[in-house]
């Protein structure tokens, strides 16, 4: 006779908690019970000697430590087994793409080696079996309306179950899991709604944008999350098929379509992406059938191109499979015109991270349009001009900032059909030199950044005014003097495909030594109340916005002191800096100074009462304002850009003129970064080329 004793707190044989008779086999055999559960126990032969019970049957006879004990190999424990069985949405549907749902089993305490049991009121074995049909099924018990099952290819339960509801009657069932061989159970309810059958749709009839562009298409779905579209057909001589997942299951799937890479066969160039992170596309075929098979060698022709698209993976779509169909309508791409910018030196790291939306938000305050700009400032070029996205979009991410120096090369100068177009700025001519010019690449990465603007085909590059004049006297035979005259000079080419003819738009501006000067009286003073708000006034050519720091000094006996009042640039160029003299004597003498631009000084004082009208002093508008030097602002106010940072058509007396090469340009309004993104497609094309 063996016996079942529970440990003690000392790990002693205890409480008898079963007595058990060997079967003939040298077995014991016995339930776990109220009398057995949630404990240590330990099995003892007739004599009291501890059993230790190993994996494949009875094991060998123990014995007890010598105080009494029963050694950790000789024990077992029992504990409860629980389980969890959950639906992972409350609802499904019963028609379309809405018809699935995940069932998680599983247990903290159990993970291997058991199966349940399921049942739900109101479904019998046949509708069990549908609903658990990618399940493994060993039982099927059909009087009771229960069937058990495991994960498939699995001996166990444990995991996630995908259901699928097809057909079952709309209605709330609750489905019940029972371990077979213990008592661990769980219910969870779900609802089974009426759906629609799955379909999928157009946002829009017909979709516009230029060749060499990205035309942004929306899919809607209904009662399903995947799609197929397909763009293009034979008669168009170019398809491509793409799956498309709406990942947020909201309904909308958006889909970006790559006109310029769409020519291309090499693999690494993307056609047919997600146009967010709840977007998924897998291209499964495209096909140009002229193409030539390089890199950009034939971008897509303008034209119209058929687009069909339907719910869930096939291979193809057309008109007889599609559940609808739109039209992709893409004109000839354009290069219209460039506009200068001037902003203060400290915004150049902020205008480089800016959003192409973000970036309307500096004009007026920051951001001018102007023909000159100080030395040290910020320039940005705005090229208006469509065809560059796909491009960028495509090896923007690709090229290194090791790469923008080396790459890039004499772009400008290149007739190399992988290159769309190429931004350079060129200086003042040289005698027998040929005329120096920069190529943006040539600037290093760090001294420029270009900022695209889907939504109103412009282009903005923001470039360090330091960096440009210093690379252009290490890397050509020019010296920079005060006020020279540069170029920005955009082209895109007549080879590329993108262009009938050579297309080129420019836009002068002059560089000027940084300067400011503070504004005096008829006999070169500046002349305060010794009072507060006395405001002192000059003016610079630095940009607008910029921030300017002024130095009031005075060693005066009796009354010294040290001011530093601080004033921004305006948009004529003059500055205000306002100072507290309140608490200091009539008398006093000064020397005014402007901190960290001109190291001139001017001589001050202080008077008692108002400033005699005779004399020329800030603050007073006795005598005219003398004319000031030639600022980074044109002669009209041009008007501001729009939201989406879209400077207007408004060219002001000293705007920039542009210039075309080719029949295909044109003036527009623009305050476009092309010269950039010209830049950086072509580096990328050439990159491309390169590798290949």
Known sequence: MYRVRELNDDDEPGTLRRSINSE????????????????????????????????????TVSSLAPDGSVNTSDQFEVVTMDLSAEFEDSSVGNDGGSTDVDYEVTSDIRADDYSVNISA?????????????????????????????????????????????????ADTYTFEANVTDTDASDTDTIEVTDTG???????????????GDIANITVELSNTDEATIQIGQDSNGYAAVAEVTDDDEDGVAYVEFNTFTAGHYDERAEVVTGGDDDTDVSVTSSSNL?????????????????????????????????????????????????????????TYDDLADEDAEDIGAYTGTNLTQTDTVAAGDTVVVQVQGSGFEGALENRGGILTNADATTIYGNISEQNDSTIPAGLKFESEPIPNVDEPALDIGQLGSNNYSVIYDEANDQHFVVVDSTAMVDTFESTTPYDFDDGDLFTA????????????????????????????????????????QAA?????????????????????????????????????????????????????????????????VSGDEYDGRLVDGPVDPGTETPGTDTQDTPEPTDTATATDTPEPMTDTATATDTATETADEATETGTSGGSGPGFTAALALIALVAAALLAVRRNN
Do not use: C, H
């Not at 057995?36 to 007739?46: H, M, Q, R, T």
């Not at 059958?197 to 060749?211: I, K, L, M």
């Not at 005066?556 to 507290?580: H, I, L, M, Y």
């Open 24 to 59: 003939g086999d040298n077995t014991i055999e016995f339930d776990l019970d109220g009398q057995l559960s949630e404990g240590d126990f330990v099995i003892v032969n007739p004599s009291g000697q501890p059993i230790n019970v190993g994996p494949n049957g009875f094991g």
């Open 121 to 169: 009121e109101g479904l019998d074995t046949d509708e069990l079996g549908d609903i658990f049909q990618n399940a493994n099924i060993v039982t099927t018990y059909e009087d009771e309306d229960i069937i058990e099952v495991t994960q498939s290819g699995s001996g166990t339960a444990d995991g996630t179950f995908d259901l699928n509801f097809t057909d079952i009657n």
């Open 197 to 211: 059958s799955a379909e999928a749709d157009f946002g829009d009839n017909v979709f516009v944008e230029q060749r």
């Open 290 to 346: 002229t193409g030539n098979g390089y890199y950009g060698g034939d971008i897509l022709d303008a034209t119209s191109y058929d687009m069909f698209v339907t719910e869930g993976f096939v291979s193809s779509v057309d008109s007889e499979n599609a559940d609808a169909r739109a039209t992709l309508q893409l004109s000839e791409a354009s290069v219209d015109s460039t506009q200068i910018w001037t902003a203060p030196e400290d």
């Open 489 to 528: 000079n955009f082209t895109a080419y007549e080879n590329s495909d993108l262009v009938d003819d050579d297309v080129s738009v420019t836009g002068d501006f002059n560089v000027e030594d940084a300067e400011a000067e503070l504004d005096t009286n008829e006999d070169d003073e500046i002349v305060l």
């Open 532 to 596: 507060s708000g006395q405001e002192v006034t000059g003016e610079t050519n630095l940009a607008p916005g910029t921030e300017l720091e002024l130095e009031l000094d005075s060693d005066t006996s009796g009354d010294p002191f040290v001011k530093r009042p601080e004033a921004v640039v305006q948009e004529d160029g003059t500055f205000t800096a306002v100072a507290d003299f309140s608490e200091n004597s009539a008398g006093s003498e000064f020397t005014a100074s402007i901190i960290a």
